[in-house]
């Protein structure tokens, strides 16, 4: 239990095998942080910049009115990082795990997602003006996500979305960007229809087959610009 402690980890990185419990105003000031059994924080946990907290097991909970504010890297590599309060963070990676719950969670510059969930459809995901979400492998995505700056998404894995209900699962907001270089799938659960929606930037480059939006995944484009430079974008419901 960490009730308002500095941690300063200067060389090397500070593993717990038990879980991590930071109250208070604690503050990560150097290091890696490998949470391995999950744990809550219930006040303001802040990291600097060239910091990393690793989320590899358990599941690692952000209190309703407590904060997460990072300006290094948040990694979740095999555990959950739910939030109920609010997450910000400069660089957030995403391998595999989950990002969960309804509170949100904010990326100021840059999110690499090349596996794992973003869970709970209830919840936001916000990628800011002027920050990067790369999408570089198979993915699910039942959690919202607001873009205001750049989505970038290659390589060979499909996006599976599930929610239903009508549930937005992408806003492409006016002023940004979602630039796509493959030629794989947004995949429904078959269910209640899940909704891309494109206010900004829709561009397709590079790669030359077909991108699908498939399994009752409907696409309302509100003002936004479709600009298939290569290939086929194929709407399949």
């Known amino acids: 239990n960490n009730t308002g402690g500095t941690l300063d980890i200067q ?15 604690s503050t990560l000031t150097a290091g890696t942080l490998n949470v391995t059994a999950g744990g809550s924080g219930s006040g303001t946990f802040t990291t600097s910049a060239g910091t990393t907290v690793n989320f590899s097991g358990g599941t690692y909970t952000v209190a309703g009115g407590a904060s997460l504010a ?24 995403l391998s595999s795990g989950t990002l969960n719950g309804a509170g949100a ?19 936001t995901t916000t990628i800011a003006a002027g920050a990067n979400l790369n ?42 960007q979602f630039l796509i270089q493959n030629d794989q799938t947004i995949q429904g659960d078959g269910g209640g229809a899940e909704v891309v929606i494109n206010a900004g930037l829709l561009r397709k480059t590079v790669a030359t087959g077909a991108t699908s939006l498939a399994g009752v995944v409907d696409f309302n484009n509100t003002g936004g610009t479709l600009d298939i430079q290569t290939g086929m974008l194929s709407f399949g419901s």
């Open 70 to 93: 990072s300006s290094g890297m948040l990694a979740i590599n095999g555990g959950t990082l739910t939030s109920t309060g609010s997450v910000t963070t400069s660089n957030l990676s």
């Open 11 to 25: 060389t090397g990185m500070l593993s717990f095998g038990s879980t991590f419990n930071p109250s208070g105003a």
């Open 135 to 176: 999408i570089t492998g198979a993915v699910s995505l039942a959690r919202r996500i607001d873009n205001f700056g750049t989505t970038t998404w290659t390589g060979t894995g499909d996006i599976s979305s599930s929610g239903g209900a009508s549930s937005v699962v992408f806003d492409n907001k006016a002023g940004a």
């Open 105 to 123: 969670v904010t990326i100021n510059d840059n999110m690499n997602w090349s596996g794992g969930t973003q869970a709970t459809n209830t919840g």
